[in-house]
């Protein structure tokens, strides 16, 4: 969810932070103060972004969500985050499966990588989600 194809030399963590601000936050121009913020304590140089532009990029590339920009969701979607890690761990725990959640990673035996990733994605399917992320391995 964090790579662009227009920002590809963009640090993830600032395309990851003006998301993740976006949702939070109650306008544009709050996100790109908060966004620019952050960075500031972080250290990282973003003298060259156009926030703008990014958010516009982010807009495309999560077209299905961008109405949920600026609306301060991040309580619900924290619970929501919750209930797909709630069912992926019980599914473990029924199967005996030793699994750690951390925030949204899931770690496991390398043997049951495959057993893992059908889970989750059947927590997707079966909580009404339409799209399933991109799974990838750590």
């Known amino acids: 969810p964090y790579f662009l194809d227009d920002h590809a030399n963009t640090e993830r963590s ?7 601000t976006a949702l939070n936050s109650k306008s544009k121009g709050g996100c790109i103060q908060s966004s620019k913020l952050r960075m500031q304590e972080k250290g990282l140089d973003d003298s060259d972004m156009d926030y703008h532009k990014l958010l516009d990029s982010l807009y495309s590339k999560h077209g ?18 919750s209930c797909i890690s709630e069912y992926v761990i019980s599914k473990h725990v029924e199967q005996g499966i030793a699994v750690l959640n951390i925030h949204d990673e899931f770690i496991v035996g390398e043997k049951y990588e495959t057993i893992t990733r059908d889970i989750m994605k059947e927590a997707f399917t079966t909580l009404g989600f339409v799209s399933i992320p991109m799974i990838k391995r750590g």
């Open 14 to 20: 600032i395309i990851k932070w003006t998301l993740l």
């Open 64 to 81: 299905s969500i961008k109405d949920l920009f600026y609306k301060m969701n991040a309580v619900h979607l924290q619970y929501v985050e």
